[in-house]
């Protein structure tokens, strides 16, 4: 049985928590923090590439090497980030999965139900509370026969569209988070070549 969790400590994270089949045995709490992105220093040479291609990632503002300024990556930038890891010359960049989890006695549990486990509070490494996400279905699509590489939606909505890796604008989030939707409207709204379709 699956249920998904959200961090109260770190709202940015997603967290996933897997109850295994039998109530009277132990189940597992395993908590998916996330793509973790490393650099290699001994590796990197500065051709700014990676930076390029998300620059919500890499950053070569500080040094002559790029540097990691977030982490876990965000959900959003996954497919971005493992492109330019595999775009990288010197393969300097390193990806890997983070978990965290324990295990949880769930002996006097009735039943292997959200509302169960909420009520027997397990002892995990951070506090979580148990419900069901909803997801925003929206999606953002761009007609690159039509898109003239104007950049207008990239500067209304540089979370949603780039063009950092394409002549023409491609979508970065899908689907849409809640807090983008009205940019990513207002891009459609805006595109000179009725380019985009947000629906």
Not at 21 to 42: C, F, Q, S, W, Y
Not at 123 to 145: C, G, T, Y
């Amino acid at each position: 049985m699956l249920y998904f969790g959200r961090c109260l400590n770190d709202s940015d994270k997603l967290y996933i928590l897997v109850c295994f089949n039998d109530h009277r045995a132990k189940g597992k709490l395993v908590l998916m923090a996330g793509l973790i992105a490393k650099i290699d220093e001994t590796l990197c040479i500065g051709c700014g590439i990676c930076e390029g291609a998300v620059p919500e990632v890499f950053s070569l503002a500080n040094g002559p090497i790029a540097e990691v300024i977030v982490n876990p990556v965000p959900e959003t930038l996954r497919t971005a980030t493992e492109q330019a890891a595999q775009d990288c010359p010197e393969a300097a960049i390193l990806l890997n999965e983070e978990t965290k989890g324990g295990e949880v006695e769930t002996s006097a549990v009735p039943e292997t139900t959200a509302e169960s486990f909420v009520a027997h509070e397990a002892e995990v490494e951070e506090p979580f509370s148990l419900h069901p996400i909803e997801r925003n279905n929206m999606k953002a699509f761009v007609d690159k026969d039509l898109c003239i590489g104007c950049g207008i939606c990239e500067g209304i909505a540089p979370e949603v569209f780039s063009l950092q890796t394409e002549p023409y604008a491609v979508v970065i989030m899908d689907p849409l988070e809640d807090a983008y939707v009205d940019a990513a409207k207002e891009a459609e709204a805006e595109c000179p070549e009725g380019a985009i379709k947000v629906e």
